[in-house]
């Protein structure tokens, strides 16, 4: 069966060779793809002669999309495979990699890992399809993840996730809480409403290393700083990362957050009920909240995220991912076509009435999109604040590119301020030390 | 004839043993072919790739170099690694013996013939060995919670507050309970299968002697189901140091409890799964798969010198 497909792709790759030349459907093989110009005519032309590609994803939305794509290009068949969420398919992306069998044609990768990917030459440079060109058309945030060095491109924005704080806003009128404008008045408001209900939280914080380095983001903190590829390093001592430690400690110490683990039973559970009274998270929320804390639906409103100054005007991205084509995919041409369909042409349309969370600026400022009323919201036009939060997002935000083993880790280190008296900033600052030990083992030069 | 036989003797005997030395090493090999192949297949291949695996170092910047021992000498100075160890020494010590005293309990009791129920009892206490170890571990994990779990339900109704299983402290503890739970059917099984097999003779003989039952428990039964006692302990101690998919299933629980070090099996997966270091993590796997032979090897010596 693998084999079978193996040989239809390698057959159809050769078909696609000799009719197009090299430079449409070139075997990935030889190295860098980098080099070589691609023209839309030449994608044009690949979509009209047809083929096969796999595309490993888990976004749901993304099914009506591969539908459509083929609809259009009736020659194209995509293959759509849920290869695992989030980690799970990375490891098998890797495997894949190393085995350099099996390897799909595109790939979902949070923003978050591209790096890891884009290192090595695992991720075919896209600024050869033009999707430099795009950079316009997409939020700064998710295209500042995308992008790297001054002209490469890894991957096209599927989706973002903004910051805004979801609030239960039947909790906070019964407990008479004011929605907290700054950090220091989200712990005030964490105190009032547990002092008056000893079984309600804030919020629920179990040590999670995607919402920690957003709102260290959002305090302006840059831990991670990555120069040619190969150049690292990882401080968490900055002034953001003081303010976020010594912010966060006070809710650590006094028990002001549920120690429920994101996306349990018991964490939707509390969402639903009212004992986990906020959410800072990311704007691609709405749709998990109505399926999974549904008997809470009209208590729940959307707020900015809260500021770590007054007055202040700053946000962050928390996950959202992006469509790559891993450099051992076979159809190239093919598989840029579908990437661009999905997350620059008509597929975002589809994907946006599905329920997910654009990343493109048109789409974010439409009066269509900001004027949408979310009826689990109380009628509240929420996209108006996330789209306010996208563009608040400051842009020069980095991952490192072993970001994916350095979150593994995270509850190893930064999990034992939360189940021992070890402070927060000294918690981080191991998570560090394992860090900086890891690149160090990978060949990375750490300072 | 005396004189006539040592030549004969002499002269048959230089001819056929080539013949017959040739002749066995092919039709011997056609024998043993098809085991060797298997065998050199399935059990040597896997551990010889993984040495070999382990004598190398493949890296995010500069790809694949040979580094000897290297990965050996970093394993062996990895707290890591240690911790990981002294966690699951620290389990088989106390759950071990807690689970297989236990065990002995029950089969003592089932064997003793004055049960009531018998075949219901057996059944029952076997029964959670059935149970998948992934189903038995999200079940126990979802009574352990203290907000919406048993333990969080025992809380509200007695107005109590009992510790949490899932917190740093308690979390080892916490396992061996499951596994006890899983285990005890399994080892009561074999157990009681070695005190049916002891002859009635001798127990018609203790009483003749007069014996009561805790004499012929610890002068006969006990005696007689030492080799199994000894194959008991061996797959425990081995089952401890694998210990894998207990935590593995409850990390999503107790992130902040259960590392990614938490016991070797679950470092070697991690180191190789998440930080793509699978020649450190064969590395780490050798060196634990040696400890467990030799800790094994020793119990399984002092057992049967016991047993002479």
């Known amino acids: ?447 | 004839m005396t004189t006539l036989h040592p030549p004969a003797a002499t002269r048959s005997r230089p001819v056929p043993p080539e013949a017959r030395r040739d002749r066995r090493s092919w039709t011997g090999w056609g024998f043993l072919g098809p085991f060797v192949a298997v065998f050199a297949l399935v059990f040597l291949a896997p551990i010889v790739y993984a040495i070999y695996l382990s004598l190398f170092r493949e890296q995010l910047i500069g790809g694949n170099t040979f580094v000897g021992l290297d990965n050996y000498q970093q394993a062996l100075r990895d707290d890591r690694f240690w911790a990981a160890l002294g966690r699951v020494s620290l389990f088989l010590v106390v759950q071990v013996p807690v689970m297989l005293c236990l065990a002995l309990l029950v089969a003592l009791a089932l064997d003793s013939g004055r049960l009531y129920g018998r075949d219901f009892f057996r059944v029952s206490i076997f029964l959670p060995y059935a149970v998948p170890a992934v189903v038995a571990t999200l079940m126990w994990s979802f009574m352990y919670g203290t907000r919406y779990g048993l333990v969080g339900d025992i809380n509200d109704a007695l107005g109590v507050s009992l510790p949490d299983p899932l917190s740093a402290d308690l979390m080892l503890a916490s396992i061996g309970n499951i596994v006890t739970w899983e285990f005890i059917g399994y080892n009561m099984l074999i157990f009681y299968a070695a005190l049916r097999v002891i002859p009635d003779s001798l127990y018609e003989a203790a009483q003749i002697d007069g014996a009561g039952q805790w004499r012929i428990i610890t002068a006969i039964k006990l005696p007689a189901i030492r080799g199994a006692l000894v194959i008991a302990t061996i797959f425990s101690i081995i089952g401890s140091f694998q210990l894998f998919n207990e935590p593995s299933i409850m990390r999503p629980l107790a992130r902040n409890a259960i590392t990614t070090d938490y016991t070797p099996n679950f470092y070697t997966y991690s180191l190789s799964f998440n930080g793509q270091q699978q020649n450190y993590s064969a590395a780490v796997a050798i060196i634990m798969g040696l400890i467990t032979m030799v800790i094994a090897y020793v119990v399984q010596l002092r057992g049967t010198r016991k047993g002479v």
Not at chain 1, 382 to 410: G, H, M, R, T
Not at chain 1, 421 to 437: P, R
């Open chain 1, 1 to 447: 069966m693998h084999k079978h497909s193996r040989l239809l792709l390698r057959s159809i790759g050769l078909v696609c060779a000799l009719a197009l030349g090299a430079t449409a459907c070139g075997d990935s093989d030889d190295g860098g793809s980098s080099g070589k110009a691609v023209s839309e005519a030449d994608v044009k032309a690949a979509l009209k002669k047809g083929g096969e590609i796999t595309v490993w994803a888990w976004e749901p939305t993304l099914k009506q999309v591969a539908a459509d794509f083929q609809k259009e290009n009736p020659k194209v068949k995509v293959n759509l495979v849920n290869a695992g969420t989030n980690a799970d398919e990375y490891t098998a992306l890797s495997n894949a990699i190393s085995a350099k069998k099996g390897v799909p044609d595109v790939a979902q990768i949070e923003y978050y890992a591209i790096g890891q990917y884009a290192l090595s030459k695992g991720l075919t440079d896209l600024s050869a399809y033009g999707a430099g060109k795009l950079a316009a058309h997409y939020s700064p945030g998710p295209w500042s993840a995308v992008k790297a060095g001054t002209d490469s491109v890894y991957a096209l924005p599927m989706d973002s996730g903004p910051m805004a704080l979801f609030y239960n806003k039947k909790v906070f009128d019964k407990y008479d809480i004011e929605v907290p404008g700054t950090w220091d008045e989200y712990v005030e408001a964490a105190r009032k409403l547990h002092e008056a209900d000893p079984k309600a939280y804030i919020t629920a914080d179990a040590g999670d290393a995607g919402f920690t380095t957003s709102l260290l983001w959002q305090a302006g903190s840059r831990p991670y700083s990555v120069v040619n590829g190969t150049n690292v390093k990882v401080d968490f001592s900055d002034q953001g990362a003081t303010t976020f430690a010594s912010t966060w400690q006070k809710l650590l110490d006094e028990d002001l957050v549920a120690p429920v683990s994101s996306w349990s039973d018991d964490w939707f559970k509390g969402l639903g009920d009212g004992t986990i009274a906020t959410l800072p998270i990311g704007a691609w929320m709405p749709a998990n909240l109505e399926s999974g804390a549904k008997e809470a639906s009209g208590d729940w409103r959307v707020a900015p995220l809260p500021q770590w100054k007054e007055g202040g005007k700053s946000s962050a991205e928390n996950g959202g991912s992006s469509l790559a084509m891993p450099e051992l995919g076979k159809n190239e041409a093919l598989a840029y076509a579908f990437i661009e369909y999905a997350n620059s042409g008509k597929g975002v349309q589809t994907r946006l009435d599905a329920g997910a969370f654009p990343a493109t600026t048109e789409d974010l400022q439409s009066s269509t999109f900001q004027e949408t009323k979310f009826p689990y919201f109380g009628g509240q036009q929420a996209n108006k604040i996330f789209a306010e939060s996208a563009a608040d997002v400051a842009d020069d935000w980095q991952y490192l590119p072993f970001q994916v083993y350095a979150n593994s880790i995270f509850n190893d280190t930064v999990g034992k301020a939360y189940v021992s008296d070890t402070k927060l900033s000294d918690a981080l600052k191991s998570w560090q030390d394992a860090s900086v030990k890891y690149g160090k083992e990978q060949g990375f030069t750490v300072q």
